[in-house]
Structures are given as C-alpha cells and as structure tokens.
T-cell receptor
Framework: DAGVIQSPRHEVTEMGQEVTLRCKPI?????LFWYRQTMMRGLELLIY????????DSGMPEDRFSAKMPNASFSTLKIQPSEPRDSAVYFC???????????FGNGTRLTVT | GQNIDQPTEMTATEGAIVQINCTYQ??????LFWYQQHAGEAPTFLSY????GLEEKGRFSSFLSRSKGYSYLLLKELQMKDSASYLC??????????????FGKGTHLIIQP
C-alpha cells in the first residue's frame, strides 16, 4: 500500500518567494495533518483537516501560511512570502477515524535563503 | 494546552535494556503514542496506550499511568538499529473531538557497542 506521499522532498528558495508543498494522504483516510519539525521546537501541529474541512488551524504561525484540501486525496501548504525562519522539515500525515495512529509522509525539507 | 517532557538524550549498550520516560499535562487526555524517528526520516508508529498498564509488542513495551501523567517506553535486547529519536505524543480531547497529536521534543537514543 502506498503511504502518505509528499512533494517535493527538498525545496530551496529565496526569501520572499512563494512555496507550495503538496500531500496525498493514504486512500480512505479522512483526517489530514500538517506538521513542522525544527531542532528548537520539535514537531509542531500546524493545521488539520477532517473530511476535507479545516478543523483547527491555531498552529499556523501567521497569515503567510495557508493550507487547502480541495478533495480527499490532495492537500497543499503554501507559504507566501517565505522567510529564512520558515526553514524546517514539513510533514504531512493522515489517519482514519476513530482515533487511530497517524501515518507520516517522508517530509519536505525546506530551506529559505 | 499541553506540556510533554522527556529526556533530551540517553545512551545505552547493545544487548541491554533502556527505559525512556515521558510526563505530560493535558486537560482532556485521550491516548498516548510513541513514535520512532531515524535521522532524516519520518516518524513511525510504535505503540499506543489509552488505559493504564503495560502494552507489549516484541522487544518494545509501553506503560501508562493516567493518574500520574506518566508513560515509559521500554526497549529490550537493544540493537544498533535502535539508535533513533523516540517521540512521546498525547491526544487531547478537550477541544471537542480534536484528533491532532501533540509531540514532545523527543529523546535521542544512542546505542554503543
């Protein structure tokens, strides 16, 4: 079975540019999560969707970040404009309710110079 | 909100046993998870506890005491491949059906020959 698929695996961009990260959850999973991981702060939940509807976006750091889930098999996380402090590994994860474990994709390593 | 504490780093010897502790404070506890993360890879699910007691799965066991806000992950017969970060995560139900996990910063386990 295919796991959670994220693209790109690596992204290097200059400050001020728009960055779009993509995620395809595991088929049949109805919850999708975006996490960010840094050495200083660990894994932080940014936003999660249930049945394509955003449920909690309190972890989104600021208005430069936005996330969409237009259908059950695709989600995007966009940063516009990007800043060097956004450099991190961004993980997408999915799960199937009720309340099972979440499965992570391989992550996108973002470097903003 | 939630607060999850675990040691930053631990060292153990190949073939030995190691216990990684995790304490948490949460207003609506609904399950504790342990994940393993090798450097540069995604976190992978190890164990889940929602009731008090010990859950055993091969060389790995996880214990939970809800009254004490305490869990541990026990790794037996350590192998070099067990060198990784181990993440404790809590699911909080106080937000009304919230499904996102809150993670501790992880314990970096070093296995020595």
């Amino acid at each position: 079975d295919a796991g959670v698929i994220q693209s790109p695996r690596h992204e290097v961009t200059e400050m001020g540019q728009e960055v779009t990260l993509r995620c395809k959850p595991i088929s049949g999973h109805n919850s999708l999560f975006w996490y960010r991981q840094t050495m200083m702060r660990g894994l932080e939940l940014l936003i999660y969707f249930n049945n394509n509807v955003p449920i909690d976006d309190s972890g989104m750091p600021e208005d430069r970040f936005s996330a969409k889930m237009p259908n059950a098999s695709f989600s995007t996380l966009k940063i516009q404009p990007s800043e060097p402090r956004d450099s991190a590994v961004y993980f997408c994860a999915s799960s199937q309710l009720p309340r099972t474990c979440i499965h992570f994709g391989n992550g996108t390593r973002l470097t903003v110079t | 909100g939630q607060n999850i504490d675990q040691p930053t780093e631990m060292t153990a010897t190949e073939g030995a046993i190691v216990q990684i502790n995790c304490t948490y404070q949460t207003s609506g506890f609904n399950g504790l998870f342990w994940y393993q993360q090798h450097a540069g890879e995604a976190p992978t699910f190890l164990s889940y506890n929602v009731l008090d007691g010990l859950e055993e799965k091969g060389r790995f066991s996880s214990f939970l005491s809800r009254s004490k806000g305490y869990s541990y992950l026990l790794l037996k017969e350590l192998q070099m491949k067990d060198s990784a970060s181990y993440l404790c995560a809590v699911r909080d139900d106080s937000g009304g059906g919230a499904d996102g996990l809150t993670f501790g910063k992880g314990t970096h386990l070093i296995i020595q020959p």
